[in-house]
């Protein structure tokens, strides 16, 4: 979705690096989301974001930290990079209102870590 | 952990036959959503049903929940080859509102 756009899409960075991925958003929703995507283990949440000054942690959030800049934007940083964090990101945005919106998906940044 | 599950993994059918597939899940949940990821692409959402509602339809798809089983399934009519990707489900539980769990999808290939 061209409304959630994601930098870098692919990344090949060494063990101990930081690396910082940014997500952008033009459909004004205020919730974000981060996610990896792991062969075999579908989506999993790592931090989301409910607006400016909310930031909560998921499922896999040990070595991951984030920041909401802006409505628009939330960056995902790996302070120290490591192997196994190798994986799929997938940002997502979802509007503001009752349960069940519908998630807008960004296209994913590739990240290899040697 | 994960909340969901899909079954099968992976399904191979021909153009134009029905394809099925299944997703469990573990706890008690205000919804629940089937995306669609084309390969290496980011997810698109296809149809959301709410804990409340038994089946929904959209062109052809057909979905259906059953909470006291803690299961949905998703039914694609007369498949095409365009259909070819990977299927997940997506749920909201009652105890984490507006957080989504995903399941680990069913890889879907269509033959022409």
């Known amino acids: 979705d061209a409304d959630v756009t994601q930098t870098p899409r692919n990344r090949i960075t060494k063990t101990g690096k930081r690396i910082m991925l940014e997500c952008s958003q033009t459909?004004?929703?205020?919730?974000m989301y981060w996610y990896r995507q792991d062969p075999g283990l579908g989506l999993r949440l790592i931090y989301y974001?409910?607006?400016?000054?909310?930031?909560n942690k998921g499922e896999i959030s040990d070595g991951y930290s984030v920041s909401r800049q802006a409505q628009a934007k939330f960056s995902l940083s790996l302070e120290s990079a490591i192997p196994n964090q190798t994986a799929l990101y997938f940002c997502a945005t979802s509007d503001f209102g009752t349960t069940g919106n519908e998630q807008f998906f960004g296209p994913g940044t590739r990240l290899t870590v040697l | 952990s994960q909340q969901g599950e899909e079954d099968p993994q992976a399904l191979s059918i021909q153009e134009g036959e029905n394809a099925t597939m299944n997703c469990s899940y573990k706890t008690s949940i205000n919804n629940l959503q089937w995306y669609r990821q084309n390969s290496g692409r980011g997810l698109v959402h296809l149809i959301l049903i709410r804990s409340n509602e038994r089946e929904k339809h959209s062109g052809r798809l057909r979905v259906t929940l059953d909470t006291s089983k803690k299961s949905s399934s998703l039914l694609i009519t007369a498949s095409r080859a365009a259909d070819t990707a990977s299927y997940f489900c997506?749920?909201?539980?009652?105890?984490?509102?507006?957080?989504?769990?995903f399941g680990t999808g069913t890889r879907l290939k269509v033959l022409a």
């Open positions: 459909k004004g929703h205020d919730r």
């Open positions: 997506a749920t909201e539980p009652t105890s984490g509102t507006y957080k989504y769990i």
């Open positions: 974001s409910f607006d400016v000054k909310d930031i």
